[in-house]
Every structure is written in C-alpha cells, then in structure tokens.
C-alpha cells in the first residue's frame, strides 16, 4: 500500500515533460522537433523555451508523449509542478535572455520541388523525413493554380528561377540528366503556355511572392535565395543567353535590373558568362580563402524577450557552427538591403550565411549551402545518412524554420 501509494504521488506530482536541447543530455535534437509537430498536430499546445537549455520544448504530460519519446530515441524528463514553475520564473525573470512561446498548430508544410525529385536531393526534404514531419511535394502547375494558399509554410528546392537550368552548362551540358532535365522543363513551360522557360519561371516567382507577401513563410537555400532574386529584380528583362532560351539576351540588361523588387539582395552584378557556374556577385563561393577545417559560422545573439523571431531562428546547442558549401554557399554583405537581418555570419570570411526579413505580412528566410552535413556536395555524391547526424546543428536551424509558423505572433521589435 506505501509503495501504491508514494508512485501514485510521483504521478500526480509529475504534470509536465521537458525535451531538453542543449548538447550534453539531448541524444537526438532533430526527431526533437518531429515530436514537437507530432504534438502540434495531435492537438496539444507546446511551449518553446527560448534560450533555455538550448531552446527546451515544454509538453503537459501524458503516456502516449512518454511512448512516442521513447520510440523514436529522445530524450525528455519528467517535471513537477513545483519544478516547471521555478523554470518559468526563471525564464520570465527581466534579468534572463529567456522567453517562452506558445506553439499552438502544427503548420502545413508544402515543398517546392519537381516530380522526380528523391527526398535526398535536397536537405529540407531530407531533414523532414529523419525528423518524421509531413510534407506535400508541389511544383510550377500547382503553384500557378494558387495551391500555395493552402500551406502555412513553403520550402523552395535548389531550384534556378533564372530559366539558365542552374548554370551546369559547362560541366554537364551533353550529360544525359541534364538533357532531359531541359527538356522535360521545355516541354512543362510549353504546356502551361509560355514560350520560354525563364518567362514561366518568373511567373511562378511572382507568385511565390504573393504568397509570402500575403502572409506565407518561405524558406530556401542554395541556388533557390539568389535565382529568385535575380529572377524578381529581372521582370521584362531577358538575361538568359542563347543556349538557354535561344535568343540574345538584352543589350545592357545589368542596368535593367530593378532591385526593388527582390527580397532580400541588392546592387549585385550578373554573371553574364554561361561558362562560368555562377549567377552573381551575390554568392561567396569564389571569394572565400578559408580551410575547410575552419570553415564555421557564428549564430548572432538577440532578445529572447524583445526579438523573439529571430531568437527562434538561431535556437541551438552551439552558437558555433560548421560551415558547408554549395552552388551558393553563402552572401556578400555588400548585397544585403539593410532591412534584412543577417542570423550568422562567418567574419573570417566576411560572409552572412543565414538571413531572415519581412516582405509584406510575410517572412523568408535564405540559408546559404546544400547539405550541412556534407561539406562539399557534388553532382551524383551519396546521400547523407542523418542516423549518423541526429544532432546535427547545422539541420536544427532547418527545423527551427518549420516550427516558426506555428508559435504565437508577438510583434518583433528589430
């Protein structure tokens, strides 16, 4: 009866679970966020602890949050009510940079990517299935029929907006994937009525656009950040070459391009060069002098409590992070607008790797690089096995952009 008796206090005592995230109790911070969706989606409120422990996530406690935690390997720890509120006083004390947000839905999640497409061409993708997150894969028809109003989140894959089929010309241009890539974007252009690859893709740009500044959150890396602002500041300008799209681009197109209606880059100057495998001046790629062993990028501090968007963003058990690279690995401060927050930065360099803005009633927010945990990634490479990376920090800033969506809106200070 004492034995009945003193588990059954434990258990009325116990009314919160705790998922911890820093780096020494935390086995498995990516499937992390997947039970954090999962509750979303079940229809319990999560609150995210916002610099406490590496960003902790707060559960009412229940068997089948404990169950789930234990099938899928992450760790968590049973709270009292007495010790759940010595944290939140400590998070809510004006002397902490701490803050808790309320999750409170589970955000539909769409990823723009064409059909064919295997979840590891692309991290996002990649992440979302380790990590046990839903998604729905859509592409330029479904975008142009307005799906996009169905997503609270959209994620855009190393996608060329340009119409210059990622400028592989040089390297891949008589490989057969690169053949039937053309052709299959050729014949889908024609199909929706375009007469141009590029003309389409703008299209489809401006319409993601929409979306973003209608409300939508928008995430993209790689050569997806700089071809959809190149693709936005190029409307009514023809920069393709002839291989591209088989007709001379226009006389002094540089001069054309109009700024203002790109998101997040300014001033860049184009690659005119279809040899050269590179959009602009916006990318680092052949600027940077740095070993790959001291290849690191450093998360910025902000306001838990003033500037709690960012602080969501840059949420890790490091603020130290190493660096990969990509078609565009990362961006030339001096083609930032000074109205877009840069979120890391690699100073050795004098590069911004992770940048966040507002565009309309929006956000997006550009991650330079295509797998960061695959260095150098190259045409035809292996995937990356994420069972071997289950705390990979470089992924974590990933999810921290799918949970973005679901917190609470507070006004943003920055």
């Known amino acids: 009866m004492f034995l009945f008796f003193l588990l059954w206090s434990v258990s009325v005592s116990a009314s919160q679970i705790l998922i911890p995230m820093d780096a020494d109790t935390q086995n498995n911070h990516l499937k992390a966020y997947g039970i954090t969706y999962w509750s979303l ?23 089948a949050l404990r169950k789930e935690c234990q099938i899928r390997g992450v760790s968590f720890e049973v709270l009292s009510d007495h010790k759940t509120g010595e944290i939140l006083d400590e998070i809510n004390s004006p002397s902490r940079n701490m803050e808790a947000v309320l999750l409170e839905k589970a955000p539909k999640i769409a990823v723009y990517s064409p059909q064919g497409n295997m979840p590891w061409d692309d991290a996002v993708t990649m992440v979302l299935s380790y990590a046990e997150i839903p998604y729905e894969t859509i592409y330029d028809e479904e975008v142009l029929n307005d799906a996009l109003l169905l997503f609270d989140w959209l994620h855009l894959h190393h996608e060329d907006f340009t119409g210059q089929y990622g ?72 920069i393709a070459e002839p291989m591209f799209d088989g007709d001379p681009s226009d006389p002094d197109y ?22 050269v495998y590179e959009f602009s001046s916006i990318d680092m790629t052949n600027k940077r002098r740095i070993p790959m ?14 500037d709690p968007i960012p602080t969501m963003l840059t949420q890790n058990h490091t603020m130290l992070v190493k660096g990969f690279m990509g078609q565009t690995t990362a961006y030339d401060p001096g083609n930032i607008k000074p109205t877009v927050l840069v979120l890391g930065e690699s100073k050795i360099n ?43 920090p470089g992924y974590r800033l990933i999810l921290n952009n799918v949970l973005f969506p679901a917190a609470k809106k507070k006004k943003q200070k920055t």
């Open 41 to 63: 989606e079940n229809g319990t409120k999560v609150q995210w602890l916002l610099n406490y422990r590496g960003g902790a996530f707060l559960f009412p406690d229940s068997e």
């Open 167 to 238: 400028k592989f010309y040089r390297s891949y241009r008589t490989a057969p994937w690169y053949v039937e890539d053309k052709k299959k974007a050729e014949a889908l252009a024609a199909r929706l009525g375009y007469d141009k690859v590029s003309e389409e893709k703008l299209v489809v740009a401006l319409k993601i656009r929409d979306y973003v500044v209608g409300g939508g959150f928008m995430f993209a890396m790689c050569s997806a950040t700089d071809s959809f602002d190149i693709a936005l500041s190029a409307e009514d300008v023809d």
């Open 254 to 275: 540089q001069n054309k391009l109009n700024f203002q209606n790109s998101f997040a880059f300014t001033d860049f100057i184009l690659e005119r060069d279809p040899m």
């Open 293 to 306: 062993d001291a290849d690191y990028f450093t998360l910025m501090e902000f306001s838990a409590k003033w």
């Open 350 to 392: 004098g590069e911004a790797k992770y940048i966040h803005g507002i565009k309309g009633n929006g956000f997006f927010t550009f991650y330079g690089g295509h797998d960061p945990e695959d260095y150098q990634h190259m045409v035809g490479d292996p995937k990356t096995e994420l069972e071997l990376h289950p705390t990979s």
